[in-house]
């Protein structure tokens, strides 16, 4: 019988895992140790820059982790027809799953029609060639009403997941702003943390809140933590 902690296996604390290399100082050498780390703990994805979805997608062929890589990163502010051919090239290279930065400008002025078009842009891309769509809120700039506008117009445009953060703003994901977008999607779409996902009771209180993926790039010292106390 597997080991557990606070209810959950080791595999399926795993499976919630977007292994995160983003920063823009990584090397080819980083992206490689960082596959390897996504095979051997078995993440749910490796998250990482557009430029390494090809070496990513060679190094994980065969494997349960899905490729997965980030558009409009991490500001948002890329024209809507830029944004769909990032997704376009990304999957062209072997991308799973897009997790797109929404318009963080056009959200705080209020142009919500050009806020959902630019996320439905990317999710017919997307859809259209199997791939999954985040939407990236960057919550750190956002108040409750504004959080729950950006779920309702993700919705609207199709995607699959609403996602907190880039993990590049001053703030990344808190229990508040995760329970808030749960209980505004409900069952409808999924939530994903990200953003400041360092520690093992830190990623289960986001789970316990209905996160089905959390972005972390501590994924090694988070599961290793596991290992250590699960019983």
């Known amino acids: 019988?597997?080991?557990?902690?606070?209810?959950?296996?080791?595999?399926?604390?795993?499976?919630?895992?977007?292994?995160?290399?983003?920063?823009?100082?990584?090397?080819?050498?980083?992206?490689?140790?960082?596959?390897?780390?996504?095979?051997?703990?078995n993440t749910a994805s490796y998250c990482i820059r557009p430029m390494d979805v090809?070496?990513?997608?060679?190094?994980?062929?065969?494997?349960?982790?899905?490729?997965?890589?980030?558009?409009?990163?991490p500001h948002g502010s890329s024209t809507t027809a830029t944004k769909a051919f990032e997704t376009s090239d990304a999957i062209k290279n072997g991308a799973d799953e897009i997790d797109m930065v929404l318009n963080i400008s056009a959200l705080l002025s209020a142009d919500f029609d050009y806020v959902e078009r630019d996320i439905r842009a990317v999710v017919e891309v997307?859809?259209?060639?199997?791939?999954?769509?985040?939407?990236?809120?960057?919550?750190?700039f956002l108040n409750d009403?504004?959080?729950?506008?950006?779920?309702?117009?993700?919705?609207?445009?199709g995607a699959d997941y609403v996602k907190t953060?880039?993990?590049f703003a001053s703030a990344g994901a808190t229990l508040h702003n995760v329970q808030l977008m749960k209980a505004t999607v409900g069952d409808r779409l999924k939530v994903?943390?990200?953003?400041?996902?360092?520690?093992?009771?830190?990623?289960?209180d986001y789970i316990d809140a209905g996160v089905?993926?959390?972005?972390?790039?501590?994924?090694?010292?988070?599961?290793?933590?596991?290992?250590?106390?699960?019983?």
């Open 212 to 231: 089905t993926r959390s972005g972390c790039s501590a994924t090694e010292q988070v599961l290793e933590e596991f290992i250590a106390k699960a019983v």
């Open 165 to 167: 953060s880039t993990g």
């Open 1 to 41: 019988m597997s080991k557990t902690y606070r209810g959950y296996t080791l595999e399926q604390v795993a499976k919630t895992i977007d292994h995160s290399i983003l920063k823009p100082d990584f090397t080819y050498a980083d992206v490689d140790a960082g596959a390897a780390l996504a095979l051997k703990y």
């Open 54 to 73: 090809p070496a990513a997608a060679k190094a994980l062929a065969g494997s349960t982790v899905n490729v997965c890589t980030v558009i409009g990163f």
């Open 145 to 157: 009403e504004q959080i729950v506008k950006a779920c309702e117009l993700t919705e609207k445009a």
């Open 126 to 140: 997307a859809h259209a060639a199997g791939a999954s769509v985040k939407v990236i809120f960057e919550t750190a």
């Open 192 to 204: 994903k943390s990200s953003g400041g996902v360092r520690t093992l009771d830190q990623l289960i």
